[in-house]
C-alpha cells in the first residue's frame, strides 16, 4: 500500500484525507440515523399513555424530550398541550425544523466530497501527465520519469473514483433516510396532535 502512494505521488495526500474523512462522517451517520435512535417504535403510544394517567408533567416532558429527536417533537406538542391545535402543530413545527437541521448534519460535507474527489484525482492525473511530457526531451525520453508520470496520472484517477463512488452512494442514502425519517415524524407528531385534542381515538 506504502508503495502505492509513493509512486502516486503528492497529489494523493488530499485524497487520502478526503477519504478518512468520509470513512468517518459515513459511520458516524450510519449510527446517528438508525431508526430506534430518531424515532423509536411505540413512543407515541408509550407517551399517551403516561399522559393520560398523570397529564403533561414535567417529568414526562423531560423523559419524552430524551427520547430522540421524534421525543423532543413529541415533548414541544405536549408542553402546548393545552393550547390551541394550531398553537400545538405551530410548536412542533418549530422544533420539526431544528430537529431535521440536525439530522442533515455532515450530509453538506459528505457530497462535497463525493462531488470533489474526482477532481483531486484529475489533479493528479494532471501532473502526471506534466511529469510524462517534462520526460521528453531532445537527447531523448527518460523512461524512469516517463514510468513515474504514468503511474502518478492512472493512480491519482483511480483513487479520486475509489473515494467518491462510495460518499455520492452513502450520501444519496442518507438524504433519502432523513426524508424518510422526516415524514415518519410529522405523521407521530400529528397523531399526538389529533389524539390530545379528541380527533382520534
Not at 397529564?55 to 398541550?81: D, I, M, W
Request: aromatic content about 6%; overall charge neutral; cysteine-free.
Amino acid at each position: 500500500m506504502w508503495s502505492i502512494i509513493q509512486a502516486a505521488g503528492w497529489p494523493i495526500w488530499p485524497l487520502l484525507l478526503a477519504s478518512v474523512v468520509a470513512l468517518a462522517l459515513i459511520l458516524e451517520r450510519l449510527w446517528s440515523l438508525r431508526r430506534s435512535v430518531v424515532a423509536p417504535a411505540g413512543l407515541v403510544d408509550r407517551v399517551l399513555a403516561e399522559f393520560r394517567q398523570a397529564g403533561a408533567s414535567a417529568e414526562l416532558l423531560a423523559k419524552t424530550a430524551g427520547a430522540g429527536p421524534l421525543g423532543r417533537l413529541l415533548a414541544a406538542g405536549l408542553a402546548n398541550v393545552k393550547s390551541p391545535r394550531p398553537v400545538m402543530k405551530e410548536a412542533i413545527e418549530e422544533v420539526g425544523r431544528v430537529v431535521t437541521h440536525e439530522l442533515d448534519r455532515f450530509l453538506t460535507t459528505l457530497g462535497t466530497i463525493a462531488a470533489m474527489a474526482p477532481l483531486l484525482g484529475l489533479l493528479g492525473t494532471v501532473v502526471g501527465m506534466i511529469e510524462i511530457f517534462g520526460s521528453q526531451s531532445a537527447a531523448g525520453s527518460n523512461p524512469i520519469q516517463l514510468a513515474n508520470g504514468i503511474s502518478i496520472a492512472l493512480y491519482n484517477t483511480a483513487f479520486g473514483l475509489i473515494v467518491a463512488i462510495p460518499a455520492m452512494i452513502f450520501y444519496r442514502h442518507f438524504r433519502a433516510k432523513v426524508d424518510a425519517l422526516v415524514v415518519e415524524m410529522e405523521q407521530q407528531a400529528t397523531k399526538l396532535v389529533d389524539l390530545a385534542h379528541g380527533e382520534r381515538t
